[in-house]
């Protein structure tokens, strides 16, 4: 205890040690970061151009897109300076600043898909009442209540994170900052931080599934009670989006923080970690706009619109 050392900067052990496989996996999850982007964006500008597209459900969607590219970038802007420099070093600040977002924005999204589950729930089993409940103002109090509570869930664990002295060795064997893992270089006992983090990411992914949980089983035994077969696959059809983003979600999340660390192994955390952060927002685009017609339609439109307004030229100097 007398021969600490305090440290001023992290060592983030990374995905591999090879150079060459450094390389490849820079020009891998470049594309795979560019995409996402490109995906999330074209979600946000189509909901917002396409007049179809302004109802609750694609206001809920698009701010989950922007929220989405938020996450990913937290992840892997680091991570790809560090692969395509050769370097594995981070600033404390950069590092507590990387947690921080990372802990925060992680939060809101499990927040965001309960709101949306809640909105699938009342648009399908109380439609009559659904545009007196979910309206603009509502949804607007949706999305900020979902920052201000994440913010007010973790504040507390991450003030008690800042505060901890940390000493050498520094090494921290993940290619990002996240907050269980700093919690191992830390100098102090951190069993209470560690139990505290644990309730409150418990909390927070499980409260949060309930929510959509219930919301489920109602809107399962309303479909089920409709007469006609084309009603029910309707129905079914306008939430296997979402159930397939809450199921990679929730599935990677509740690996990585409600499972009890011990016993697993570090490779596995990580691979979990590229799925939750850098995989599942580049899928999330796709599902949205390849399970849902309505998107389909108003991508093809504005297709439709870009190719016209292109030809327009041509046409007007013959």
């Known amino acids: 205890m ?32 560019l995409l996402t982007l490109t995906g999330n964006i074209i979600i946000i500008t189509i909901t917002l ?33 560090n692969l395509a420099s050769g370097t594995n070093s981070v600033s404390m600040a950069a590092c507590f600043a990387q947690c921080f977002a990372y802990v925060i924005v992680g939060t809101v999204e499990f927040f965001l898909l309960a709101a949306m ?3 699938r729930y009342i648009a399908i089993c109380k439609p009559l009442h659904y545009a007196t409940i979910m309206n603009s103002r509502f949804c607007s109090q949706l999305v900020l209540g979902s920052w201000v509570i994440s913010f007010m869930y ?22 990002f900052c996240d907050i269980v893992v700093v919690l191992k270089v830390a100098c102090r006992d951190t069993q209470l931080l560690g139990l505290l ?3 409150f990411s418990t909390g927070s992914i499980l409260s949060t599934f309930a929510i959509t949980i ?11 009670h409709i007469p006609s077969t084309s009603g029910r696959k309707k129905a ?25 660390a011990e016993g697993s192994k570090v490779d596995l955390g990580k691979t979990v970690a590229l799925l ?34 292109s030809n327009m030229p041509k046409c007007f100097g013959r």
């Open 197 to 199: 983090v644990f309730l």
């Open 117 to 119: 589950s809640f909105d």
């Open 49 to 81: 151009l396409d007049r179809r597209l302004h109802t609750p459900m694609y206001f809920l969607l698009r701010t989950f897109s922007l929220v989405e590219m938020c996450f990913t970038s937290v992840i892997i802007l680091k991570a790809l300076f």
């Open 2 to 33: 007398e021969n600490w050392t305090e440290v001023t900067e992290f060592i983030l052990v990374g995905l591999t040690g090879v150079r060459w496989l450094q390389i490849l996996l820079f020009f891998l999850l470049l594309l795979i970061y």
């Open 214 to 224: 219930i919301s489920y089983i109602n809107i399962i035994f309303t479909v089920l």
């Open 276 to 309: 939750n952060g850098v995989v599942s927002p580049f899928l999330n685009p796709f599902i949205y706009s390849l399970r849902n017609k309505q998107v389909k339609e108003a991508l093809r439109d504005a297709v439709l619109r870009t190719v016209m307004f």
């Open 154 to 175: 973790v504040i507390v664990p991450l003030i008690m994170l800042f505060q901890l002295p940390f000493c050498s060795p520094n090494v921290i064997d993940h290619f």
């Open 236 to 260: 079914f059809s306008v939430c296997i989006s979402h159930l397939t983003v809450v199921s990679i979600t929730y599935g990677s999340c509740i690996f990585m923080y409600v499972k009890p």
